[in-house]
């Protein structure tokens, strides 16, 4: 099934969903109603008990440019916020990203700026092109962030190396982006969309309840500290009802 947006494309394989921000005269650059369209879209798969994988990525040259400041009109940025306007329907995309049960992959083909690289962050795993660009231009623009890059930026990377890409706000390349371990893997651009189906692949053809019990037990990881982490993981019941089936040929 394929559903076509004028800002957001839905593209599904079985247990699989592509999403495809989709601007690309524009560099799928972000506006208002993309993040609620996308928000929309996100609040329907992770309702869906079918999806294993959510890919998402961006048409043309870009993953997203960013947020498209011209699309605020006339109002007034202040201390630096994009304002609710954005912020609102974006926090409910990241955090729709990251606690969906549904695995999700950024799949970043091109540039990834600032907010852009905020979603992205949300996902599970990023896969990128050696050739994307990557940068967060918060304090370029006289910016901060209020999409969660300065939580999950350190996390991934380290408090170094985060703080080094925000002050400097250099852009930086999909190699040195999975040497820093902000990405899982690369590939050639003209590779990347077999890369991506490798990956999904891989991850797709496995327990359905193990994805979903790893993706909140890792997610506990990020946020608790490692004795409360731990007993969270020793307390908490997940279903999975394909054990046997799985175990069926080596007992």
């Given at each position: 099934?394929?559903?076509?947006d004028?800002?957001?494309?839905q593209e599904?394989d079985?247990?699989?969903v592509?999403i495809?921000l989709?601007r690309?005269d524009a560099?799928n650059a972000?506006t208002?109603?993309?993040?609620?369209?996308?928000g929309?879209?996100?609040?329907?798969?992770?309702?869906d008990?079918?999806?294993?994988?959510?890919?998402?990525t961006?048409s043309?040259?870009a993953f997203?440019a960013?947020v498209?400041?011209?699309a605020?009109?006339d109002?007034e940025?202040?201390?630096?916020?994009v304002?609710d306007?954005?912020?609102l329907?974006?926090?409910?995309?990241?955090?729709?990203l990251?606690t969906?049960?549904a695995v999700?992959?950024?799949?970043v083909n091109?540039?990834?700026f600032?907010?852009a690289?905020e979603l992205?962050?949300a996902?599970?795993?990023?896969i990128?092109a050696e050739e994307?660009k990557?940068g967060?231009?918060?304090?370029?623009f006289?910016l901060?962030?209020?999409?969660g890059?300065s939580?999950?930026?350190?996390?991934l990377?380290?408090?170094?190396a985060?703080?080094?890409?925000?002050l400097?706000a250099?852009?930086?390349s999909?190699v040195?982006a999975?040497?820093?371990?902000?990405?899982?893997?690369t590939?050639?651009l003209?590779?990347l969309d077999?890369?991506?189906a490798d990956?999904?692949t891989s991850?797709?053809?496995?327990?359905?309840g193990s994805?979903r019990?790893?993706?909140?037990l890792?997610?506990?990881?990020?946020e608790?500290p490692?004795?409360?982490?731990?007993?969270?993981e020793?307390?908490?019941?997940?279903p999975?009802?394909?054990?046997?089936?799985r175990?069926a040929?080596?007992?």
């Amino acid at each position: 099934m394929t559903t076509n947006d004028e800002e957001v494309l839905q593209e599904r394989d079985g247990a699989v969903v592509t999403i495809t921000l989709n601007r690309p005269d524009a560099l799928n650059a972000i506006t208002p109603t993309m993040l609620v369209t996308l928000g929309d879209v996100l609040e329907g798969l992770a309702a869906d008990d079918e999806v294993r994988v959510v890919v998402f990525t961006g048409s043309g040259r870009a993953f997203s440019a960013g947020v498209d400041l011209k699309a605020l009109g006339d109002r007034e940025l202040t201390n630096g916020k994009v304002g609710d306007i954005l912020d609102l329907p974006a926090r409910k995309v990241t955090n729709l990203l990251a606690t969906m049960p549904a695995v999700t992959i950024a799949k970043v083909n091109g540039f990834c700026f600032t907010g852009a690289l905020e979603l992205a962050l949300a996902c599970d795993l990023i896969i990128a092109a050696e050739e994307a660009k990557f940068g967060d231009t918060h304090a370029k623009f006289g910016l901060r962030p209020t999409w969660g890059m300065s939580q999950r930026l350190p996390r991934l990377v380290g408090m170094t190396a985060a703080r080094e890409l925000s002050l400097t706000a250099r852009s930086f390349s999909g190699v040195e982006a999975r040497e820093l371990g902000m990405v899982a893997r690369t590939a050639p651009l003209a590779d990347l969309d077999t890369a991506t189906a490798d990956l999904v692949t891989s991850i797709a053809g496995n327990s359905a309840g193990s994805l979903r019990s790893y993706k909140d037990l890792y997610r506990q990881t990020m946020e608790l500290p490692l004795t409360e982490a731990l007993k969270y993981e020793a307390d908490t019941e997940y279903p999975i009802s394909d054990t046997a089936e799985r175990l069926a040929g080596f007992r």
